[in-house]
């Protein structure tokens, strides 16, 4: 055959395939170096479901240290957070001489909405800073938030005054009740009463009031029944729809991971699944090798006349790979947190809770907040020893489908700090934004969160 009738020489099988296989290991890196790329357990790459992150500093907005207690609005559009004024005197231990504010942002782009001073609406000056202008009394107040109303019209603080920075005994109180600020008409109510903060500090389990905003008195020193599923009574109490007596083998079909975790501020029951801390077995301390999970979060019924704050927890299996797997190291107590009257002995909620546990191995915790539709979970393993990251996960198969590093400063703990929740997670009504808060370095951190 002569040479131009021959075919053209074809490259061997073997390069075509390394050729293609490098072309898309670079596609991967580039993309995975832009935070838009995870891999699921399997290995395949799946597109990152958090869009890159939106931070906002409380201090360089409106001038509030120490961010707490966020709250989306349940229209969603909103997010309102509570923080202390600066520059803040901190002369002695105890309640620091400075004014506080509550500050709200829209949750689209953390642009500032509305920013209003507490102490002028309960008639309070701070000691040492404009006693000479003061128009009531002077003293030092701790103020905690109770999240919105569900028509998005108040937004609720359980507060006290005190005569001490250091406050000991009730003697020392000057005020306390619940106050609610209508953010965009500026409207205030005030009622009254037992705000529990001496409750809290004698008490190894935490018992909180349940405001009745409607003017009935407020039931004080109230505590649930143990259970899984809460929703409100015609009482004005809210009470467990499934309780739990021992232990138990199987979760509930409505408090499993097909189902809702609920909202605790509506119509419909809620889950003990809120945002809280998942602790590993050796730092938990409640014995058999089980981990625990700890929440405490507000909720309101349905038609806004009542609102509290509850604080549940149950005790959780340890996976066998959480046994082996080291993250704090061991010994590590766990962190100081408001303590459940009881925790019952129930499975992981899904797969993703079971993958979280294992993250944080045998001492430890980690911070974690369900969507409402219980389809994801979101986690910072407290002590990561490649740092403090977002991880989102898919509930049904416990696969990574987003992850965000959290860019700490020196010095701030992130959630690692066993004496102060300085990091908290939390979801928007809709899921389609998650939220987290830095106490430390006063900063919100928004992530769009795509289906």
Known sequence: M????????????????????????????????????????????????????????????????????AAFSPDGTRIAVIGAFTPCQQLVPGLPRCGHGLVIYDSAHGGIVQ???????????????????????????????????????????????FSAATPTSPNEMLDSGLLLLNP??????VIRGDS??????????????????????????????????????????????????GALDELPANAGARYPVGQPDGSAPF????????????SAGVGGGRGAFVTTFASWSADGAHVTTLTEGVTLPTPVKALSAVSAPSGTAGPVLAEPSDMPAVPARDVALAHVQEAVGAYGWAAVAWNP???????????????????LRDTASG?????????????????????????????????????????????????????
């Open 2 to 69: 002569d040479r131009a009738d021959r075919p053209p020489r074809q490259s061997p099988l073997w390069l075509s395939v390394v050729s293609v296989a490098l072309i898309v290991v670079a596609v991967i890196g580039a993309l995975a170096a832009t935070q838009r790329l995870t891999f699921s357990i399997f290995g395949a790459p799946v597109q990152d479901a958090l869009s890159a992150p939106i931070t906002v500093s409380t201090v360089n907005t409106v001038g509030l240290i120490h961010p707490q207690d």
């Open 271 to 282: 889950t003990i699944w809120q945002p809280g801390v998942v602790i590993g077995p050796g």
């Open 184 to 189: 965009q008409t500026g409207a205030t109510q």
């Open 373 to 391: 539709a219980g389809s994801a979970l979101a986690s910072v393993t407290c002590f990561a020893r490649q740092g403090q990251a977002v991880e």
């Open 115 to 161: 920013m209003s001073p507490i102490e002028p609406l309960l008639g309070v000056t701070i000691p040492g800073v404009n006693e000479a202008r003061a128009h009531g009394s002077a003293g030092y107040v701790w103020v905690r938030g109770l999240g919105w109303s569900p028509d998005s019209v108040w937004f609720a603080m359980t507060y006290t005054v």
């Open 399 to 451: 696969a990574v489908i987003g992850s965000s590093r959290l860019k700490l400063g020196a010095g701030d703990p992130g959630c690692a700090d066993p004496a102060a929740s300085n990091l908290s997670l939390l979801w928007s009504p809709d899921g389609s934004r998650l939220l987290a808060v830095d106490a430390q370095a006063s900063t919100l951190t928004l992530w769009r969160v795509s289906k």
């Open 196 to 245: 529990g903060y001496f409750a809290s500090l004698v008490s190894p389990s935490v018992a909180h009031p349940v405001w009745h905003i409607t003017g009935s008195p407020e039931t004080t020193g109230f505590t649930t029944a143990p259970g899984i599923i809460f929703a409100w009574g015609q009482d004005g109490l809210p009470f467990p729809t499934v309780g739990v007596r």
